[in-house]
């Protein structure tokens, strides 16, 4: 929460050079040096989960990790840059190019490849492989660091970014060799991630119901999960079912199949109140916004699409929407 709002109060940080009254600079600077704080301790509250629990050190958890070492750095270079006047010196060179790489992908492109692995035998049925995994997360994080960190040094002794070509006077060339070099280390890792991607979704191995020993209840039905995710309701008693009744969830008993019942319960203590039907299966919904969108597209062209387009429109929502009999109604 202090991290969003204090963010609405920092994005000045990428306009210090234009000329901005010292007082706005001053609340901006303060701004970006104060969102470390809330950042900082959500860090160490990660690192107490891992102290404090029992990690398991595959591939998801790599990810993780590397995540976090990736990002403190991202984080560190943001707290320099908050100063107007070391941004005024790095600003536009490759110093900045290297802070939102850090950041972007220590704190995007890492815990998404971790999620990818991790719920891979949930929506494909079939584990990717451990051992790729691995040496894709060694690739990637070597040759990311490889590959950016010494663009901070770049940026540091003047390189600006955006620019082609440069003389040869200016000693640059073996830095960015070396960063080129290193961006290949960073291809493989990524070529090797989408290689094992594709393999094991034909050939990898059946992944068993809970194949990180998780505590939700994703974790309960099989992989990939039915469409109706549960033939029966399971009823938990606390944030970890999964560890709290390992071998056999209870489920939710009473209610009519046919009708597609859901219990509705209490907002305190979820205990049941009263029986709910859901909506069958209906075309109408998907009729409905395949109409609004030929609507919407057509009225770049024409005003009186919006009027013509109303039509099928009105037709799709009033068949959605037009009262349906139960089973037993019928009956």
């Not at 990736?70 to 908050?82: D, P, R």
Request: aromatic residues 14%; glycine residues 8%.
């Amino acid at each position: 929460f202090a991290t969003g709002i204090l963010a609405f109060g920092l994005w000045v940080h990428h306009m210090f050079v234009v000329g901005l009254p010292r007082v706005g600079e001053s609340f901006f600077t303060a701004s970006s040096m104060a969102i470390a704080v809330p950042n900082g301790i959500q860090i160490f509250c990660w690192l107490a989960t891992l102290w404090d629990g029992g990690p398991q050190f595959r591939t998801p958890l790599l990810f993780v990790i590397a995540f976090i070492i990736t990002f403190v750095i991202g984080g560190l270079t943001g707290v320099m840059v908050a100063s107007v006047p070391l941004d005024t010196q790095v600003h536009d060179t490759y110093f900045v190019v290297a802070h939102f790489h850090y950041v972007l992908i220590g704190g995007a492109v890492f815990p998404l490849l971790g999620a990818v692995y991790y719920w891979y035998p949930k929506i494909v049925g079939r584990m990717m492989n451990e051992r790729l995994g691995r040496w894709v997360v060694a690739l990637l994080f070597i040759g990311f660091n490889l590959t950016f960190f010494p663009m901070h040094i770049l940026g540091l002794i003047g390189m600006p970014r955006r620019v082609y070509t440069y003389g040869p006077e200016m000693h640059w060339g073996g830095l960015n060799l070396f960063v080129s070099l290193s961006a290949v280390i960073l291809a493989v890792g990524f070529v090797l991630f989408f290689y094992d991607a594709i393999r094991s979704a034909f050939s990898g191995e059946i992944a068993p119901e809970n194949p990180w020993g998780a505590p939700t209840l994703e974790w309960a039905t099989s992989s990939p999960p039915p469409s109706c995710n549960f033939e029966r309701i399971p009823v938990v008693s606390g944030s970890y079912p999964l560890w709290e009744e390992p071998h056999a969830l209870s489920v939710a008993t009473g209610l009519c199949i046919n009708r597609r019942e859901l219990l509705v319960t209490s907002i305190s203590d979820a205990s049941p109140q009263a029986r709910e039907s859901s909506p069958r299966n209906s075309i109408w919904p998907f009729l409905a916004a395949i109409a609004s969108t030929v609507m919407l597209l057509s009225s770049i062209f024409s005003p009186w699409a919006v009027v013509w387009g109303s039509v099928p429109i009105a037709v799709t929502l009033i068949m959605w929407f037009w009262p349906k009999g139960t089973p037993e109604d019928i009956s």
